[in-house]
């Protein structure tokens, strides 16, 4: 992994002396202390990513990668693999869940094919505020059941591919990325990554994605059980792990993770397929965890033991089990709504409001 | 209460067959059944509310109505009155939590006058988007250990004033309503009004509100109980409970929610003073409980037992207890959110994917 070394080299933890001096800031809003609860630390946290007590939340951009997955040959979802291709061309129609909820949150878009199998549907214009990077490591990972997912060199380049697209997001200006997935047949990848990880079983882990039926769902565990086994039992190698069983948009969000927390930019993880990702990015550069926020929790029973993994709490609970970046999406308004009240509030004393240590001082007196 | 049984003739339960159309759409749509969790149900009785399968939230209010209250007479807030009247003109100069809040969710805001004790520091140009409506019923409520914190008629006119600010947002077309209050003291009478309406304990239903030591609170606790003793023991009259325990803003939002559910517009409640005066106007009128969302789950205990008496869950669970309407406001993005998925999506038909039964129609055929 000398490749990534200088990226590596650019992640830094936070400097905790920013998080002091925001906290310090937080007492003197017009507020009870501690008022605003997680939106008081998340702030906190985005002053110290940006190293400001002026953060900002004012460009934002989602940031979903896509990509096939041999493992979907053993029947382990309801959908057909062709329908990554079509889901990518509704994304780019602007007819997704992820549409409309970056609408709402004013974010752009930007697609990343990083491994789609089929072709995408041709689209003649995209609607504005949407980007489509089309760079696929291969069409579709290989059956993991018969050989290791992606080769050593695919792995990298799709790790590689997001960290570059970090850096576009970077330059642009952006200063805050939610990051989603589309792939037919990610949650059954995204279990064998986080099984391996964690070393818990396939049953743990393992859940009914998109909504399989109970034969498929035995199959779906069956498979995990046997991926992890076949590629990574025991291994503590998180790259090694992500190449065999994972997928070339885990990598690719992976690399995001790395990317962004060395232009440090924070990130909001989506659900499960995307927590597994930030997850190996964590393993591989520990520091890259100070960067990441995790939207929501899902259903899906994978989530909940990667967030635990991760050490994070989901900043919403709302049942959501898309995957899309759409639970991610929708923290961003919360992340916005934080960093406004740190920057936008009247202190006590500008807005001439008596505070609570003010009057116990009168009492005293 | 003959004076608002026009209001109460006006509120009917949503229809249940708006509610099965809404859910047909919603499986029609370029997603797994039921994966956008939450965000679907909101639609769907948001469609039900507007009677639409078009529902829209691109008109947003906050209203927050402010009253002070006698019983602050018994020392039991950390917060001189004063504050009440100084953090109206903060409002109203924009420099609150809830102004970034708002402004983070694009929504107008107006502030009610419904009864605070000081005069308020004048506000020579109120901030775009912004409304002051100046109606107080009198200035602060009397300390109801010693007699009722209202007399019947300024209550029913604290709750009529309710009604008309939801009038008025009705012709203005807003069609979504987050409601929030101002009032040093108001945690005691929101106490009170839930112990009465609950029969629970003041020990039980009362918490620490914007932060008062163990001396205090124990103060807090036992004026809790004496006030329902005297006033409210074993009373299950929601309009007696509200004007001897209560105030002017809870009384005003109770209308607040009347007037919305009679113009068929969705409110959002916030922490627990508003679910408390929410609590009040569905024990009055049943069917307002179906124009009611519950923004967030704060971290005042009383909350959580308005909310179980409501029957309601809350949308977001972030450790706030400022008021305002900081929860409700923030909570705006998820409804949003929740009706633009909803109304903008493509449906697997529109959009070329194919869905599931497809897929397994092809397997059979």
């Not at 057909?80 to 974010?107: C, D, H, K, Y």
């Not at 018969?146 to 970077?170: M, N, Q, Y």
């Not at 949650?187 to 109970?214: C, E, I, K, P």
Request: net charge neutral; charged share 20%; aromatic share 4%.
């Amino acid at each position: 992994m000398n490749e990534l070394q200088p990226i590596f080299s650019r992640i830094a933890p936070i400097d905790r002396s920013w998080l002091e001096r925001a906290v310090a800031r937080q007492d003197s809003l017009t507020k009870p202390p501690r008022s605003l609860g997680k939106l008081e630390e998340i702030a906190c946290r985005m002053a110290a990513i940006q190293q400001t007590l002026s953060p900002r939340v004012d460009r934002k951009r989602v940031i979903i990668f896509a990509g096939d997955h041999g493992i979907t040959e053993e029947a382990v979802s309801p959908y057909p693999s062709e329908v990554t291709a079509q889901m990518v061309a509704n994304f780019l129609r602007g007819g997704a869940a992820i549409n409309a909820v970056a609408r709402t949150a004013r974010a752009e878009l930007t697609i990343v094919n990083a491994g789609v199998a089929s072709p995408i549907p041709a689209i003649h214009e995209l609607s504005p505020g949407i980007e489509f990077v089309q760079r696929p490591v291969r069409k579709g990972t290989r059956n993991f059941l018969k050989e290791p997912a992606l080769t050593e060199e695919e792995a990298l380049r799709a790790i590689l591919l997001g960290c570059e697209v970090a850096a576009d997001a970077a330059r642009a200006g952006v200063n805050l990325i939610a990051m989603g997935e589309m792939g037919i047949g990610n949650t059954t990848s995204a279990s064998a990554v986080t099984a391996a990880l964690t070393q818990l079983s396939a049953v743990a882990v393992t859940g009914r994605g998109t909504g399989v039926d109970d034969e498929a769902f035995l199959r779906k565990q069956a498979v995990v059980d046997q991926g992890v086994r076949l590629h990574a039992q025991g291994s503590g190698d998180a790259f090694h792990i992500l190449r065999t069983l994972g997928g070339a948009e885990l990598a690719g969000l992976a690399g995001l993770c790395l990317g962004a927390a060395a232009k440090r930019i924070a990130v909001i993880c989506d659900g499960f397929i995307a927590c597994a990702s930030a997850a190996v990015a964590v393993r591989l550069c520990p520091a890259v965890a100070d960067y990441l926020f995790c939207g929501h929790l899902s259903t899906e029973p994978g989530h909940a033991i990667v967030l635990e993994l991760l050490d994070k709490k989901p900043l919403l609970h709302l049942d959501m089990r898309l995957g899309e970046g759409t639970g991610a999406a929708l923290a961003m308004s919360v992340v916005d709504a934080a960093v406004r009240t740190f920057t936008e509030m009247a202190t006590f004393e500008s807005a001439g409001v008596s505070d609570k240590q003010e009057a116990a001082k009168k009492a005293d007196g």
